[in-house]
């Protein structure tokens, strides 16, 4: 972290029972004595606090660690058993539901494809079925604090549903949270598959501060990591990278109803018709298959992928000029062919970009790969549900 980052950081730090909490859950501070520092509290207040933490079992003792003074302290860490969250991905075709400790760790997941088009009213249903005997199956006895829950598109945070996505047709202004209270009172939150991938990475990868996080799946999208905070615009509709108009696409229909957008050359459905068109008795209907097949080696399908890489590369450039990100992280279907795709927003992003602005910039694969975006749910769960705020609330109950 930078000094301007840490000082940023630590401007922020509170002195409730929350925000000890939430030193403690970010390494920032471990041990009663840091803790102090960080505050400005005496020992007797940071110990009242803590008393309190302890006492809801959020907190647990950890490993021992040498003080500059050579006296070891103990020192704290989440207890990762003190609850659990469910993540719930939702894609064009396929959905992935997991169950979460505290810390993230996944304690049991499933993944299964639904018929694309299938409406909330009857896949909402099969996923709460899922997720209630993933629940008693891995987590009995535990708490749900908190359900996240990611669709592609945009999304209406605050009412829990779709807003004008075209991947799932019907599902627009549909509420989501009735659906979930079978799972319990436990509040849901709800992003969109880009912004949960940035969670994921936030969470794997916390040095990173500044990244600017690609969907490359069925369709694009773009989560922007800005001083570890994730940016979601006035509307929640920042990152709307697939449907940006592009010379290229000049003409190409685009599902949204729009022509010209980025999507029609690069994104996975794009790639997937132009194949078919070139080979129809190859029958590919979705991008993974036609990832599987450059992972063999086939080079039509590799080509098309490092194509569309090409094709990102001048619009990557122009975040990449405006928000100075370390890396760019690459996540979604496409992450299975990370090499090629990448290769093709080389050539075209760094001659696009700034030289101070790409001096140090990195092209990352997600950490997680295809599993990225039931993490990052996962994340969007606990960021909340683990808020100062949210634990402060708590200690107020007990």
Avoid: Y
């Amino acid at each position: 972290m930078t000094s301007e980052n840490r000082r940023t950081a630590d401007e922020a730090v509170g002195t409730s029972a929350g925000a000890l909490f939430e030193l403690v859950r970010s390494a920032r501070a471990v041990t009663r004595s840091e803790l102090a520092l960080a505050t400005g509290l005496s020992r007797t207040a940071v110990a009242a606090r803590l008393d309190a933490l302890l006492a809801l079992g959020l907190l647990t003792a950890g490993p021992q660690v040498t003080s500059t003074g050579g006296r070891p302290s103990e020192s704290l860490r989440v207890a990762h058993d003190a609850g659990v969250v469910v993540a719930i991905a939702i894609g064009r075709s396929r959905h992935q539901i997991g169950v979460h400790d505290l810390l993230g760790g996944e304690l049991g997941s499933v993944s299964a494809e639904h018929e694309v088009g299938s409406p909330a009213a009857a896949l909402m249903p099969r996923i709460v079925a899922v997720a209630r005997d993933l629940l008693a199956a891995t987590a009995s006895g535990r708490t749900v604090v908190g359900i996240g829950m990611s669709l592609p598109g945009s999304v209406d945070p605050e009412e829990v549903c779709s807003v004008g996505s075209p991947v799932l047709p019907g599902w627009d202004g549909v509420p989501l949270e009735p659906f979930l209270r079978e799972l319990g009172t436990a509040p849901v939150w709800l992003g969109n598959d880009a912004d949960a991938l940035a969670h994921a990475e936030i969470l794997g990868r916390p040095e990173l501060r500044d990244a600017l996080v690609l969907k490359a799946s069925t369709g694009l999208g773009l989560g922007l990591v800005a001083d570890g905070r994730i940016l979601r615009g006035h509307r929640g509709a920042a990152g709307e990278l697939g449907h940006c108009r592009v010379p290229e696409a000049a003409g190409r229909a685009c599902r949204c109803g729009a022509t010209g957008c980025l999507e029609t050359v690069a994104g996975g459905w794009a790639l997937v018709a132009d194949h078919a068109e070139r080979h129809p008795e190859a029958g590919l209907r979705h991008v993974r298959e036609l990832v599987d097949l450059a992972r063999r080696g086939d080079a039509e399908a590799r080509g098309l992928i490092r194509d569309a890489g090409r094709h990102l590369g001048p619009s990557l450039a122009f975040g990449v000029n405006l928000l100075n990100p370390e890396a760019i992280v690459v996540g979604g279907d496409l992450v299975g062919a990370f090499d090629v795709l990448a290769g093709g927003i080389r050539e075209t992003l760094f001659p696009a970009a700034g030289e101070l602005a790409t001096r140090d910039l990195r092209i990352l694969p997600s950490v997680h790969r295809e599993r990225a975006g039931l993490v990052g749910c996962a994340a969007l769960a606990l960021d909340h549900a683990l808020a100062p705020h949210a634990i402060d609330l708590r200690v107020a109950r007990r």
